[in-house]
């Protein structure tokens, strides 16, 4: 897809300031429903159905703020 991002140091902190996500996944051959949490620090990479061994499609997803950004909160 694109890119891995860049490790910690490369750039500064940077990524680990980053959000992770949740993303709802969708197999767009069995049906099935899945979530998957996705950490800023690792590459995008195609998610494959448990059950049938098929690609996922993305159906929505949930940001959560940087680790430093909650304990202030």
């Known amino acids: 897809m694109g890119a891995p991002l860049p490790s910690r140091g ?5 990524v680990a300031a980053m959000a992770d996500m949740m993303f709802d996944l969708v197999c767009q051959h069995c049906g099935r429903r ?6 800023s620090r690792k590459s995008v990479t195609v998610t494959y159905c448990q ?13 959560f703020a940087p680790q ?3 304990a202030a909160a």
């Open 10 to 14: 490369a750039i500064g902190d940077t």
């Open 34 to 39: 899945e979530q998957r949490r996705w950490e």
């Open 51 to 63: 059950l049938c061994k098929r690609g996922m499609s993305v159906v929505g997803i949930a940001f």
């Open 68 to 70: 430093a950004e909650q």
